[in-house]
């Protein structure tokens, strides 16, 4: 802003004064550390090695697995988990195994499954000894969410699983095939709804504290494009060579190279973090994985799972074919070569992520710079930031209102609850939301903002010092979040390192709207990682926020990734308020302020218990 000088000339604004209270030459020099560390990034970003090809053909035959997936899906359409539906495909798939004389053991155990509550699932674990003792895992799921349903769906993975069990079974004229290494054929239970029989695979096979590799089949008898999922239940990745090699085999037998996810979505991913395919669990647990899948024509994101129609036959035959493959190049592949660090795959190239964390951690560093030298001139000119301070407070004990209520809900029933596992898309609470609960659980935190909002209720025109006050607490308080989100979630800071820098403009923005303008950019990229996990999973912009309070009420986002967003949707509902022109300070700024809501309620407490 400038100020007229005698003979109509502007001068500007002195730094440090209320209309210009941030050090912008600051922040400017200091981001010339984030040069370094972009370099970084750019030097990480390598060729992914491929592992060999075996000189051995695979023996997998397309057409036997795609008798055996037609029979399944038409002599067991229904295979929702804990139904005799589903004890009958099991008792199926079994029996299919014990006629190739090869030994299966059963795993069954009890779970909570949101849609479904608790169910008993099965695991059913083929064991190929190998000459060592180290092992390749292929996991492919059982079950489906019914006949309506084809996306959860995955009769052409059982009948892979079985015809690539078939060519390690022995024969009557010639012994079985070894492997180097063991090799171990998973059928799951539960992976239409969420993966849980990954899960428990994960966490008590000791088979998958010696696996090298996974490889997961889901849906790959579709006629679309083939495609590969790489992301884990925590920030981590599959190794770079277990995805080249999976690419080429593919590639190979298909002629057209698998899709990746996008560099939007694996960031997005990696930040939540968040994995829709049974390699979640698995990466999770530290085991190098990927799932195979093709998606639908047209339509990249769709969830993974057979199509309602035909399964298209040659297309499973040449998966099948690069999954045996993939598996022989596992094989007699070396064992450091598969490792789970996290990483950004671009094509057939791929970044390291302790550099893009570098890159994230330093990209605070001029924000804070800039916000630490405004609060120290903050306090020098003497503003009144308690009031301030008081008035952010508020706002955090609402917002955590907000997470009770969120609680209340999931032991109301209301919101889904059950193992903490990634909800399908077509979970019932999204496709059939309850909405009578759904507006009490609103109606709820309308009235506790109404009871919570009556000390920082809009009731005069604060000064422009009390102005500068509210946005000085809040951009510190986004700095120190910044810092703990760093130290604990650093791939969290890609969704919100937007809001730091387009919020620190702030106090400059000329005008209203130019602070509206300012406010909403640094909404922009949250809400389009919303937008992208709807693409991912085919909802729509209510559906994907119904999604995401359900990803919290069962637990899979963790209470410390729920925390750290209340916490930045307070500091975003007072720059909001100041934006938009609704913020006055805690108690119109009386010092000492009088007892707000929360504290007559507790004082009242307090005398009671005296006179008891």
């Known amino acids: 802003m400038e100020a007229a000088r005698p003979g109509g000339r502007r001068q500007r604004t002195r730094r440090g004064t209320v209309d210009r209270p941030l050090n912008t030459r600051l922040v400017r020099v200091a981001a010339i550390v984030v040069a370094p560390a972009l370099l970084a990034v750019l030097f990480s970003i390598s060729a992914t090695g491929t592992l060999p090809r075996s000189p051995i053909d695979p023996v997998f035959n397309g057409d036997t697995a795609g008798e055996l997936a037609t029979t399944f899906a038409t ?19 079994s029996e299919t195994l014990a006629s190739l004389r090869l030994a299966t053991d059963v795993d069954v155990w009890r779970a909570d499954i949101p849609d479904l509550g608790e169910v008993e699932l099965r695991n059913f674990v083929t064991v190929v000894p190998g000459q060592s003792a180290e092992t390749v895992v292929v996991v492919a799921h059982r079950d489906n969410a019914g006949v ?3 996306t959860g769906d995955n009769a052409s993975g059982t009948a892979a699983l079985i015809e690539l069990a078939r060519g390690y079974a022995p024969q009557s004229a010639t012994p079985a095939p070894r492997p180097r290494r063991t090799l171990v054929l998973v059928s799951t239970d539960g992976g239409a709804f969420g993966g849980g029989g990954a899960r428990r695979f994960a966490d008590v096979s000791p088979h998958a504290g010696k696996a090298v590799a996974a490889v ?17 239940d925590d920030s981590r990745s599959p190794s770079r060579a277990l995805v080249a090699t999976a690419k080429a ?27 829709a395919g049974e390699q979640g669990p698995l990466l999770g647990r530290g085991v190098a994985a990927i799932t195979i899948t093709t998606e639908e024509p047209g339509d990249p994101e769709v969830p993974a799972g057979d199509t309602a129609a035909p399964i ?27 490792q789970t660090p996290d990483s950004v795959f671009l094509d057939d190239r791929a970044a390291s992520g302790w550099t893009i964390r570098l890159l994230l951690v330093v990209a605070i560093v001029p924000f804070a710079l800039g916000v630490l030298d405004l609060l120290v001139r903050s306090r020098r000119r003497a503003l009144p930031l308690k009031p301030a301070g008081r008035a952010l407070r508020t706002r955090f004990l609402f917002w955590l209102y907000v997470g009770v209520v969120v609680w209340l809900g999931a032991v109301a029933g209301v919101l889904p609850t059950g193992d903490p596992l990634p909800l399908p898309p077509y979970t019932d609470f999204v496709a059939n939301a309850p909405l009578s609960g759904i507006t009490l659980l609103a109606i709820a935190v309308a009235l506790g903002w109404l009871v919570i909002r009556r000390p920082i209720a809009p009731s005069y025109a ?3 010092e009390e102005r500068l006050a509210g946005y000085t607490v809040a951009l510190a308080a986004l700095g120190a979040l910044a810092v ?10 890609v969704l919100l390192i937007p809001s730091l820098y387009s919020w620190l403009w702030l106090p400059l923005a000329a005008g209203p709207r130019g602070r509206l303008a300012a406010f909403a950019a640094g909404l922009v990229v949250p809400a389009a990682g919303l937008v992208l996990l709807g693409a991912q999973l085919d909802l729509g912009p209510v559906d994907v926020l119904l999604y995401a309070v359900g990803l919290v009420s069962v637990g899979y986002v963790t209470w410390v990734t729920t925390a750290l967003w209340l ?8 720059l909001g308020a100041i934006a938009l022109g609704r913020y006055v300070p805690y108690m119109r700024g009386a010092e000492p302020p009088p007892p707000g809501p929360m504290g007559t309620v507790v004082s009242r407490a307090v005398r009671y218990g005296r006179r008891r």
């Open 75 to 93: 002599e067991h359409p229904s295979r929702v988990p804990g139904t005799p539906e589903a004890e009958a495909a099991a008792l199926w798939y």
């Open 148 to 150: 309506d349903r084809a």
């Open 216 to 232: 997961v089949l889901d849906g790959i008898g579709g006629r679309g494009r083939p495609r590969l999922a790489v992301a884990g």
């Open 249 to 275: 085999r593919i590639e190979e037998e298909l002629g057209v190279e698998p899709a990746l996810p996008s560099l939007a979505t694996q960031l997005v991913d990696l930040a939540i973090p968040f994995a």
């Open 312 to 338: 298209a036959v040659e297309r499973l035959g040449r998966l099948g074919r690069a999954t045996d493959a993939l598996i022989s190049s596992l094989d007699a592949s070396a064992p450091a070569t598969f």
């Open 462 to 464: 604060p000064s422009p």
């Open 484 to 493: 703990v989100v760093a130290l604990v979630q650093p791939y969290l800071l």
């Open 567 to 574: 916490a930045w949707a307070a500091i975003a509902a007072q």
